[in-house]
C-alpha cells in the first residue's frame, strides 16, 4: 500500500486527505482523461502489471465539457494493490 499511495502523490500531487484503499481514483482522488492513461501506464510500468487490456474508457470520464454522462466503474486503490499480486490489470 505504501509504494503504491506514494506512486499516487508523485503522478498527481498532494491530497488534503491520507489515501486509503477504498478511494476511487476518479471519484476520490480526481484522475480522469488522458491523466487517467497515463497514470495506469506508468503505474503498469513501475509495478510489473499488465494493463494492455485495460480498458480505460470503462473507469474514466474523458476530459472537458461536453462529456456525455454515463456510468463508470469503479476503480479502488485496493484494486490496485490486487493487480500488482495478479500482475494484470482488467
Not at 59 to 86: M, N, Q, R
Request: net charge negative.
Amino acid at each position: 500500500m505504501k509504494e503504491i499511495r506514494e506512486f499516487i502523490l508523485e503522478e498527481r500531487g498532494k491530497y488534503r486527505f491520507e489515501i486509503k484503499e477504498h478511494h476511487s481514483l476518479q471519484s476520490d482522488l480526481g484522475i480522469y482523461g488522458l491523466d487517467a492513461v497515463d497514470c495506469m501506464l506508468n503505474f503498469g510500468k513501475k509495478f510489473g502489471v499488465d494493463v494492455s487490456r485495460f480498458d480505460a474508457e470503462k473507469y474514466f470520464k474523458p476530459e472537458g465539457y461536453g462529456a456525455p454522462h454515463k456510468e463508470y466503474l469503479e476503480l479502488t486503490i485496493g484494486d490496485l494493490i490486487d493487480s500488482v499480486g495478479k500482475s494484470i490489470l482488467l
